[in-house]
């Protein structure tokens, strides 16, 4: 992988000195990418609402858009944000299974720490889910992530692209007969969006990012074993 923040074009990855040339008093041209000869980023001319459509249907200009050349630096508070949703559908779903009759006082400390308890498990199994990824990539490529900028870039593509887990919310608000199928769907559409970041941002085959994918999901499934058999509701 080559050097992280650097500009890229978006129709063929390669490396790109600039996105525009400034003419002053208001005239800018978009600068043509010398390997495929298209505009380096159309995408800068764009409305964000249509640069979230086209990312919302994964195309990977969109994805080498918003990592290459954006500086978008929320990939924290999102994974932040991302877990809360995760946790809160869980504590809902955890709420609506159990049927207690202990006093008042209890049932709120009994319900706020399970909220905890499920926010914890939320983030060991994204933890797991991550370490899978980034031992498959080791195991199959190790040039692939040679230094830590590496490592933290495609980190950091990963957590944005799990920006799906926000419709989880919504999923829930509108309850309806078809929830658990809402759900599966968010599920694949989040793992679709982290296949086509790993893509993006090594620049390597579909192939090798699905076996990243799967790895992450085995070891999400070990840790959630491990969880049920202590005994715990995840």
């Not at 129709?11 to 600039?18: D, G, L, M, Q, T």
């Amino acid at each position: 992988m080559e050097e992280p923040g650097a500009y890229r074009c978006i129709e063929c990855s390669r490396k790109a000195p600039e996105l525009y040339k400034d003419y002053q008093r208001g005239v800018l041209r978009i600068s043509i990418c010398k390997s495929c000869q298209k505009p380096v980023d159309k995408y800068i001319e764009y409305d964000p609402v249509i640069i979230l459509i086209n990312a919302i249907l994964c195309k990977a200009q969109a994805y080498r858009h918003i990592l290459f050349n954006t500086k978008i630096n929320i990939h924290g508070k999102l994974c932040i944000f991302c877990l809360l949703c995760e946790a809160y559908i869980r504590w809902l779903q955890l709420q609506d299974s159990s049927q207690s009759t202990e006093p008042d006082d209890l049932i709120r400390y009994a319900k706020e720490w399970d909220f905890y308890r499920m926010f914890g498990i939320a983030s060991l199994e994204q933890t797991a889910f991550l370490i899978g990824i980034f031992t498959a990539l080791w195991l199959a490529r190790a040039v692939v992530l040679t230094t830590k900028a590496d490592f933290t870039f495609l980190l950091k593509a990963l957590l944005l692209s799990s920006y799906g887990k926000l419709l989880l919310i919504p999923a829930v608000i509108w309850e309806h007969d078809y929830t658990y199928l809402c759900l599966l769907l968010i599920k694949v559409f989040v793992l679709t969006s982290n296949l086509q970041a790993i893509r993006v941002t090594l620049n390597t085959s579909r192939k090798l990012c699905l076996v990243a994918i799967v790895s992450g999901l085995i070891f999400e499934n070990a840790i959630i074993s491990l969880f049920q058999r202590i005994g715990w509701n995840v």
